[in-house]
């Protein structure tokens, strides 16, 4: 079954959230997630389609990827 898909807004949006809700003392809200882009096909196999970058100071690496991961087993990136 296919998983529901975001725009790419509504995905940064929801990074954003998870690493809230994830994260101690709010240390989450310091996470830059950019816009998510398509995954490129030739990188291997994914789970989900699309990638994200995101600026992440120094020891909350870990939490912005427990974020992506979240949210990428949920959505994945509308074609429309």
């Not at 995101?54 to 974020?67: H, I, N, Q, S």
Request: aromatic share 6%; net charge negative.
């Amino acid at each position: 079954m296919p998983k529901p898909t975001r725009s790419a807004e509504e995905l940064r949006e929801e990074l954003n959230r998870v690493a809230l809700r994830l994260s101690l003392d709010s240390e989450g809200s310091r996470i830059e997630f950019f816009l998510p882009t398509f995954a490129d096909p030739l990188e291997g196999p994914a789970d989900h389609n699309w990638d994200v970058q995101a600026a992440c100071p120094e020891g909350l690496d870990e939490l912005a990827r427990r974020a992506v991961d979240d949210v990428a087993a949920r959505y994945d990136l509308t074609r429309d």
